[in-house]
């Protein structure tokens, strides 16, 4: 899913600076060598989860954009991935329909 995910916003955004972490570890690193323009976030990570991921991220990164990406939809998944300092929650079942303008938005504000 992840590369299909990756060529996907290739194709649809202009220029985008891409950087895939399997850890949020990894992420972390990624994002102090060159702060992206913004951070999608899986829900379910190995180690910490997209919660804590979003949280730290945030932390370190005020404004850098983020959205939480989950296959489970809930309003207590959204409403914790918000309090995080997430800007967005998207189930992955919406991914085609409601990640590509909530990314657009979200950099052209930044």
Do not use: Y
Not at 71 to 92: N, P, Q, Y
Not at 104 to 109: D, G, P, S, T, Y
């Amino acid at each position: 899913m992840r590369a299909a995910l990756r060529d996907w916003l290739l194709t649809s955004l202009p220029q985008p600076k891409l950087r895939e972490a399997r850890s949020m570890e990894e992420a972390l690193r990624f994002a102090e060598q060159a702060i992206p323009d913004f951070a999608l976030i899986n829900l379910e990570l190995p180690g910490l989860n997209g919660i804590e991921a979003a949280r730290e991220l945030r932390k370190r990164h005020r404004d850098l954009p983020l959205v939480v990406m989950s296959i489970h939809d809930s309003e207590a998944l959204r409403l914790a991935a918000l309090e995080a300092g997430a800007d967005a929650f998207v189930c992955k079942r919406e991914l085609t329909m409601s990640l590509l303008p909530i990314v657009q938005r979200l950099m052209q504000k930044n």
